[in-house]
């Protein structure tokens, strides 16, 4: 079973930043992509940052590039999520996630196909 559990999330003022951190189980090629996404209320969950964690290229939303990064342990079983510089308008819920995939291709940035999900970590920068 691939568990994955966020924490991290927090309130914040704008121009500050926070670390999210992403346990996950053992590796397998079920956890191949992880991703981080977030969902503000009323609105879409989208994409704010993946890594194939085997051939590690990387994908940022335009929102977030340059200002948050993604990494993860060498055993894989840690994932991050390093966001400086926050505003008011990268509060949400955020959702660590994970699929399949291959060293040969680049994940996904859709969430609808991500199949396993975290509880959700909050993120709130207040002005």
């Known amino acids: 079973q691939v568990q994955l559990v966020e924490s991290g999330g927090g309130s914040v003022q704008a121009g500050g930043s926070l670390k999210l951190s992403c346990s996950t189980s053992?590796?397998?090629?079920?956890?191949?992509?992880l991703g981080w996404f977030r969902q503000a209320p009323g609105k879409e969950r989208e994409e704010v940052a993946v890594?194939?964690?085997?051939?590690?290229?990387?994908h940022y939303a335009g929102s977030v590039k340059g200002r948050f990064t993604i990494s993860q342990t060498y055993d894989k079983k840690t994932a991050y999520l390093q966001m400086n510089n926050l505003a008011p308008e990268d509060t949400a819920m955020y959702y660590c996630?994970?699929?399949?995939?291959?060293?040969?291709?680049?994940?996904?940035?859709?969430?609808?196909?991500?199949?396993?999900w975290g509880q959700g970590t909050q993120v709130s920068v207040s002005t």
């Open positions: 996630a994970a699929k399949s995939g291959s060293s040969y291709y680049r994940c996904s940035i859709r969430p609808d196909e991500y199949p396993h």
């Open positions: 053992e590796y397998t090629d079920r956890t191949m992509c």
């Open positions: 890594i194939n964690r085997l051939g590690l290229d990387t």
